[in-house]
């Protein structure tokens, strides 16, 4: 069964700094990989949409990569701003041969970026 | 850019009650879901539908589920009979195919806010 997790659950940064989100996923047999960000009670904004057969990702100061080997993908964002401090998601689709449809999305990483 | 739509924002409702929460998806999309998001918790799938007809559905999606698209435009998700703990986020999302590369693209709604009282 796939599971996503994200390391790490919280994390706050001074304005300015580059940092990395994590996701991990237990199936390499993946379709594609997703990262969303979501606002306080707000709905998912998609970022970055990497397939099975891409290694990285890139919109304005954000940059995904995926590794199925080892089951990771990474968020990077560069020069961050206080704009920036929400929840990042990542979500997973599978195969058609796992005969599922859905994504599964992982616990989520927490940004604070302080001014 | 064409989005999914969701209506109402904010429901409140009291135990017991009947729910339908609303979507309108995108124009020349066949494929759609249900997603929830209990406060502090994953994101979950719910159901998907093609066709007029569920084509993968979750354990949590029970027979207090029902979902339908009653014309050409919307797509409902129904709860028959709300409990405390169906207070979530509901998400709705469409795509215009299922695996083929960036037409399989799962957009998704700004969601549905269901509080049970």
């Known amino acids: 069964k796939q599971e996503v997790t994200q390391i790490p659950a919280a994390l706050s940064v001074p304005e300015g700094e580059n940092l990395v989100l994590n996701c991990s996923f237990t199936d390499s047999a993946i379709y594609n990989l997703q990262w969303f960000r979501q606002d306080p009670g707000k709905g998912l904004t998609s970022l970055l949409l990497i397939q099975s057969s891409q290694r990285e990702q890139t919109s304005g100061r954000l940059n995904a990569s995926l590794d199925k080997s080892s089951g990771r993908s990474t968020l990077y964002i560069a020069a961050s701003q206080p704009g920036d401090s929400a929840t990042y998601l990542c979500?997973?689709?599978?195969?058609?041969?796992?005969?599922?449809?859905?994504?599964?999305f992982g616990t989520g990483t927490r940004l604070k970026v302080l001014a | 850019e064409p989005e999914v739509t969701q209506t109402p924002s904010h429901q409140v409702t009291q135990m017991g009650q009947e729910v339908i929460l609303r979507c309108v998806p995108i124009s020349n999309h066949l494929y759609f879901y249900w997603y929830r998001q209990i406060l502090g918790q994953k994101v979950e799938f719910l159901v998907s539908f093609y066709n007029n007809e569920i084509s993968e559905k979750s354990e949590i999606f029970d027979d207090q589920f029902s979902v339908e698209r009653p014309d050409g435009s919307n797509f409902t998700l129904k709860i028959r009979s709300t409990k405390l703990e169906d207070s979530a986020m509901y998400f709705c999302?469409?795509?215009?195919?299922?695996?083929?590369?960036?037409?399989?693209?799962?957009?998704f709604g700004p969601g549905t806010r269901l509080t049970v009282l």
């Open positions: 999302a469409s795509s215009e195919s299922l695996w083929r590369g960036n037409t399989d693209t799962q957009y």
């Open positions: 979500a997973v689709r599978q195969p058609p041969s796992r005969g599922t449809y859905k994504y599964i």
